[in-house]
T-cell receptor
Framework: KQEVTQIPAALSVPEGENLVLNCSFT??????LQWFRQDPGKGLTSLLL?????REQTSGRLNASLDKSSGRSTLYIAASQPGDSATYLC????????????????FGKGTHLIIQP | DAGVTQSPTHLIKTRGQQVTLRCSPI?????VSWYQQVLGQGPQFIFQ???????GRGNFPDRFSARQFPNYSSELNVNALLLGDSALYLC????????????FGPGTRLLVL
């Protein structure tokens, strides 16, 4: 059974700092990995999607890397801003091969990020 | 284009009752998935539908059921509600199965008393 762990569970840093959020997964046979942002009481906003054949993806101040063999992904946030405060969730989709079908996404519990002004 | 929409936004039910939650995917998206998010946890996969067929089911009891309509909208039904069913129920849509980015709606917050 795929398990996804996110470290740290919570993080509070001053505005302007660069920071790294970590995600690890137990089954390396993944189809893709996705990072989401969730604001309190709200739905999820997709930030970056990395296919299993890719090593990283970038969007603005965000960069996500994927090391499938070691079961790790990192989300790097450059020059953090108070508006970045949210919970960041990592999710993986398993590769089901010829069986096809879908298992849905398996999520970590998230990292609660606070950027202090 | 409108994003994924869900209704209602909030719902209060009592134990033993039944509830139906609704989801409209992004226009052109044929895959809809349902997730349950309990406070302080990541979302858990309940169902995925693609082209009106169930393509995946998570580890949830038979009290949970869903369907997808010809216009690709979807309903999630939960029977015999328990206190532990209180959660944020999220719907996500994607263009096709598996490969594409999933786009989530704002969720329906269900409180079971």
């Amino acid at each position: 059974k795929q398990e996804v762990t996110q470290i740290p569970a919570a993080l509070s840093v001053p505005e302007g700092e660069n920071l790294v959020l970590n995600c690890s997964f137990t089954d390396s046979a993944i189809y893709n990995l996705q990072w989401f942002r969730q604001d309190p009481g709200k739905g999820l906003t997709s930030l970056l999607l990395i296919q299993s054949s890719q090593r990283e993806q970038t969007s603005g101040r965000l960069n996500a890397s994927l090391d499938k063999s070691s079961g790790r992904s990192t989300l790097y946030i450059a020059a953090s801003q108070p508006g970045d405060s949210a919970t960041y969730l990592c999710a993986v989709r398993l590769y089901l091969g010829r069986r096809g079908g879908a298992d849905g996404l398996t999520f970590g519990k998230g990292t609660h990020l606070i950027i202090q002004p | 284009d409108a994003g994924v929409t869900q209704s209602p936004t909030h719902l209060i039910k009592t134990r033993g009752q039944q509830v139906t939650l609704r989801c409209s995917p992004i226009s052109g998206h044929k895959s809809v998935s349902w997730y349950q998010q309990v406070l302080g946890q990541g979302p858990q996969f309940i169902f995925q539908y693609y082209e009106k067929e169930e393509r995946g089911r998570g580890n949830f009891p038979d009290r949970f059921s869903a369907r997808q309509f010809p216009n690709y909208s979807s309903e999630l039904n939960v029977n015999a509600l328990l206190l532990g069913d209180s959660a944020l129920y999220l719907c996500a849509s994607s263009l096709v199965e598996r490969v594409e980015t999933q786009y989530f709606g704002p969720g329906t917050r269900l409180l079971v008393l």
